[in-house]
């Protein structure tokens, strides 16, 4: 029997890539199914939405209906973020596409993948329990690198946020489970981890957790989602500061990442297990999104200008040289020119490696949806320029510190030959201060007429580069030798997209 293709179109965040990454799994594990890179030759094509703000919303609407104009043919199936919080509508008013599916229970894409192939059109949203994993095969990523995800939905409830709207209360991952996925993604060679959900400072807090077999775990009195009775007084140790604990007992040649932590209940005791371990990264995903203290009240956060900085104050106490990004909200409603102007000052003050800046986009059935004085689109979009704009300065101030330093560097894409230059070899990777996706690249220049030098510079593997320039983005670098880890990194059993697709 003819095994019958998919095609997955992925949008949205990190979060999102990993359940992409399931439902391949869920499918490519059966007999019936099998996987295409080629739009043009599935029978079925699933476009894994977003549906946080408006423009990726549209951007993902679009994806179903330049999937249906060009390729008539196929059945299409919308999935993901966008499917769990507008399927009922969009049944009735998006009738290129021949299925919903939700981001409940991953596992049932092979019974709505079914179904859709039957022409009975299914809208699922499943039940939103635990958080869904699977023996990833195959990544949507550069080679090397993957994202593993310990919590899902959030219970912090900023005002802004759909979040909890789309992916449901905050609920946490074993951390015996974490810990065999880390060890199976090493065993398969690969060498960066990076940790995501909502919000990590959040791990094992949720209502149900427990995450250790102790319990649930308690957030600090005052922090969003706490309870009165049964918070932490600052003492005790934090969830993810345990899991840590444990992860750093794990043998083996790999660096690890932790993106997004809530800057209200930012856990300040991993601070010395990540200074006690060379593998854990000093990297800090932070979201502080405003600078001024009416606004982030406005918000829905307990935090304030004055407290966030020092919590970039204590980073920077045990690690002078910690990569810090962060994100803004321009345009928030009410938001005044002085208060922006506070955020920018803020910028100016915590000096981020790094940070994203967006106009506020009001998000259906949140509170700040009803707040009066909406800015308007132009203003808000004005005052996130301005944002980026310092941000690039600071970036490339930031960066040029990173100048005269030799780093390993993970390889992402060896690019094509210059035919002017045969000789000149350009490869793009990342140094350890430098996220996937969302930061700036190293551009390493190596000789391809030397054979050590092409044998080293590929695909998934770490170079020694020597850094001597820099953009308000990038750096660039010269290829000095092949890291001396690779030698202690598993050899690459895994499937990564963008090698494929390459």
């Keep these: 029997m003819n095994s019958i293709k998919f095609f997955i179109d992925q949008h949205g965040c990190a979060k999102n890539q990993v359940d992409g990454e399931i439902l391949i799994s869920h499918l490519t594990g059966t007999q019936e199914w099998e996987q295409t890179f080629e739009p043009s030759e599935a029978d079925l094509i699933i476009i894994n939405s977003c549906g946080f703000i408006e423009s990726a919303k549209t951007e993902c609407l679009n994806a179903v209906l330049n999937a249906r104009n060009n390729y008539p043919n196929a059945k299409i199936l919308l999935a993901g973020c966008l499917a769990e919080r507008y399927a009922e509508d969009l049944k009735e008013n998006l009738p290129e596409a021949d299925g919903f599916f939700g981001n409940g229970d991953l596992s049932k894409i092979v019974i709505t993948a079914k179904e859709v192939m039957q022409n009975k059109r299914p809208v699922h949203k499943f039940a939103q329990k635990g958080v869904c994993g699977a023996n990833r095969n195959l990544l949507l990523s550069f080679a090397g690198t993957a994202f593993v995800k310990i919590t899902e939905g959030c219970n912090n409830r900023c005002s802004f946020c759909a979040i909890p709207i789309i992916r449901?209360?905050?609920?946490?991952?074993?951390?015996?489970?974490?810990?065999?996925?880390?060890?199976?993604?090493?065993?398969?060679?690969?060498?960066?981890?990076?940790?995501?959900?909502?919000?990590?400072?959040?791990?094992?807090?949720?209502?149900?957790?427990?995450?250790?077999?102790?319990?649930?775990?308690?957030?600090?009195?005052?922090?969003?989602?706490?309870?009165?009775?049964?918070?932490?007084?600052?003492?005790?140790?934090?969830?993810?500061?345990?899991?840590?604990?444990?992860?750093?007992?794990?043998?083996?040649?790999?660096?690890?990442?932790?993106?997004?932590?809530?800057?209200?209940?930012?856990?300040?005791?991993?601070?010395?297990?990540?200074?006690?371990?060379?593998?854990?990264?000093?990297?800090?995903?932070?979201?502080?999104?405003?600078?001024?203290?009416?606004?982030?009240?406005?918000?829905?956060?307990?935090?304030?200008?004055?407290?966030?900085?020092?919590?970039?104050?204590?980073?920077?106490?045990?690690?002078?040289?910690?990569?810090?990004?962060?994100?803004?909200?321009?345009?928030?409603?009410?938001?005044?020119?002085?208060?922006?102007?506070?955020?920018?000052?803020?910028?100016?003050?915590?000096?981020t490696d790094w940070s994203g800046c967006f106009p506020y986009s009001r998000e259906d059935d949140t509170p700040a949806y009803s707040l009066k004085n909406q800015v308007p689109a132009k203003k808000a979009n004005a005052r996130a320029k301005k944002l980026v704009a310092l941000q690039e300065e600071i970036t490339a101030q930031r960066l040029k510190e990173r100048c005269g330093k030799d780093y390993d560097v993970l390889i992402e894409e060896v690019l094509a030959q210059n035919e002017d230059s045969p000789e000149e070899g350009i490869a793009i990777g990342r140094a350890w201060f430098q996220a996937p996706e969302v930061d700036g690249s190293v551009v390493v220049n190596y000789d391809r007429s030397n054979p050590e030098e092409q044998k080293a510079v590929l695909s998934g593997r770490l170079v020694r580069v020597h850094i001597n320039s820099a953009g308000t983005v990038d750096l660039n670098g010269d290829f000095v030798c092949d890291s001396p880890l690779n030698e202690k990194i598993k050899k690459n059993k895994l499937k990564f997209a963008q090698e494929i697709n390459g």
Excluded at 201 to 221: E, Q
């Design 168 to 351: 449901g209360e905050l609920r946490s991952r074993p951390a015996s489970e974490i810990i065999e996925e880390i060890k199976t993604l090493l065993e398969k060679g690969v060498y960066e981890i990076n940790l995501i959900g909502q919000d990590l400072a959040a791990y094992g807090t949720g209502c149900s957790d427990n995450v250790f077999g102790t319990g649930r775990t308690y957030l600090p009195l005052g922090t969003p989602g706490s309870d009165a009775e049964l918070a932490i007084e600052d003492k005790g140790e934090s969830g993810l500061c345990t899991l840590l604990k444990e992860i750093s007992k794990i043998e083996g040649t790999f660096r690890l990442r932790l993106l997004y932590i809530h800057p209200d209940h930012f856990n300040p005791d991993i601070l010395p297990v990540i200074k006690s371990d060379e593998r854990f990264l000093p990297y800090f995903d932070i979201p502080f999104q405003s600078g001024d203290d009416e606004i982030i009240l406005k918000m829905h956060r307990t935090g304030n200008h004055k407290k966030y900085a020092q919590t970039i104050e204590k980073i920077r106490s045990f690690f002078p040289d910690a990569a810090i990004r962060t994100t803004f909200l321009a345009g928030f409603p009410g938001e005044k020119d002085a208060q922006a102007e506070n955020t920018l000052n803020f910028l100016k003050e915590i000096s």
